[in-house]
C-alpha cells in the first residue's frame, strides 16, 4: 500500500462570515492595587530600590475579536458533547451535529462574559560609582518583572472559566533586565528580556507509532515510524539587545543589534495555541531576529 504524501492531500476550505455584532454589550471593569517601595538607607557606596505591586483587575462582557481557527478549536475542545458556547457559531449540514459537515463559520466580535488579571509586578533598581575600573564611569542595572496568579476567562453564565497562566500566550513569569555604563558622554547597554515556558492546560498524549495512520493528526497523515504528539509547549525564551551610544548637548547617536544571538520565536501546531504559520504571534516574542540598528537624534 502506497504511503500518502504531502502533496497528495487535499484542502478544503471552510466559509466564514466577519463584521459585527448588534448584541454586544459595553465593558465594565473593576480594578485595585497596592503595594511598597524600599529604599537602602545604610550606605552611600551604592543604591538601592525595590518595589512589589500587587494589582487585581475584573473585567466584565469583554469584547473580543475572533477567528475561525479559535472558534473551531474552541467549540470542540473546550467543552465535550459540543457545549462550548463558541459552537453556537458554527453552521453545518443537517445530521447528527457531532459528525455532520461545517458549512459556515461566523466570526464577529463578542463579549466574553468575565476576564480577570491578577499578579504582582516586581522593580528592583542598582546603582554604583566604578571609579577604580573607570574613571568617572557608573554602572546601574533596573529589574522589572511581572508573575500572574489568574488570568481567568469566563464565557458564559453556566461556564466554570479557565484559567490561562501558564498557557500559550500567557507565560506566568516575563521580565526585563537593562545593565547600563555610563562613562561621560559615552553609554553601553545591554537589555534582557526573558519569557516564561508555557504548556496547554490538556497536553496531548504521545500516540503511538502503530496506532498514527487511523488518525488525521500530522502524525497519521504524514505515517511517522515513531511516536509523536501535537506540539502544545514552549520553552523559556531569551533575548538580547546590546548597544553603545555617545551624547552630546544637542545631539546623540547609538549603535547596536537587537536579538543579539537570533534567539527564534517557538512553534507550535496550528490550534493549540495564538499562532500564524506555527509562528507564536503573543506575548512579546521577536518575530523580526537578528538585525543591527542606528539612531540618530537632533534637538533644535
Known amino acids: 500500500m502506497k504511503a500518502l504524501t504531502p502533496q497528495h492531500l487535499a484542502t478544503t476550505g471552510i466559509p466564514t462570515n466577519s463584521g459585527g455584532n448588534p448584541n454586544l454589550a ?3 471593569s473593576e480594578s485595585y492595587t497596592a ?3 524600599f529604599r537602602q538607607p545604610w550606605t552611600d557606596d551604592f ?3 525595590l ?3 500587587y494589582f487585581n483587575i475584573d473585567v466584565e462582557d469583554r469584547i473580543l475579536p475572533t477567528s475561525a481557527t479559535d472558534i473551531l478549536s474552541r467549540c470542540y475542545n ?3 458533547n459540543l457545549g462550548s458556547p463558541f459552537c453556537d457559531f458554527i453552521s453545518r449540514n443537517s445530521g447528527n451535529p457531532a459528525q455532520a459537515t461545517i458549512n459556515r463559520v461566523d466570526v464577529p466580535f463578542i463579549n466574553v462574559g468575565q476576564v480577570t488579571s491578577e499578579g504582582l509586578d516586581f522593580n528592583a533598581r542598582f546603582g554604583k560609582d566604578i571609579d577604580r575600573l573607570l574613571d568617572g564611569a557608573r554602572f546601574s542595572y533596573n529589574l522589572s518583572a511581572t508573575t500572574y496568579l489568574e ?3 469566563v464565557i458564559s453564565a453556566d461556564d466554570p472559566g479557565d484559567d490561562n497562566v501558564g498557557e500559550i500566550g500567557n507565560p506566568e513569569w516575563q521580565a526585563v533586565g537593562t545593565a547600563l555604563v555610563e562613562w561621560g558622554n559615552w553609554n553601553a547597554r545591554l537589555r534582557t528580556r526573558y519569557i516564561g515556558d508555557t504548556q496547554q492546560d490538556d497536553s496531548d498524549a504521545f500516540t503511538a507509532a502503530a496506532d498514527q495512520s487511523t488518525t488525521r493528526s500530522a502524525c497519521g497523515i504524514l505515517v511517522a515510524c515513531v511516536a509523536c504528539r501535537d506540539v502544545d509547549f514552549s520553552d523559556d525564551y531569551w533575548t538580547h539587545d546590546l548597544s553603545l551610544g555617545y551624547a552630546a548637548d544637542d545631539w546623540s547617536v ?3 543589534v537587537r536579538n543579539l544571538f537570533d534567539e527564534q520565536v517557538p512553534l507550535i501546531d496550528q490550534g493549540e495555541g495564538p499562532a500564524r504559520l506555527n509562528i507564536v504571534t503573543q506575548s512579546g516574542y521577536d518575530l523580526i531576529g537578528r538585525r543591527a ?3 540618530i537624534a537632533k534637538r533644535f
Do not use: A, C, I
Request: charged letters at 25%.
Open 78 to 80: 473546550d467543552e465535550p
Open 26 to 28: 459595553p465593558e465594565t
Open 51 to 53: 518595589s512589589l505591586t
Open 254 to 256: 547609538t549603535v547596536g
Open 293 to 295: 540598528f542606528v539612531n
Open 47 to 49: 543604591d538601592f530600590d
Open 151 to 153: 488570568q481567568l476567562e
Open 35 to 37: 503595594g511598597f517601595v
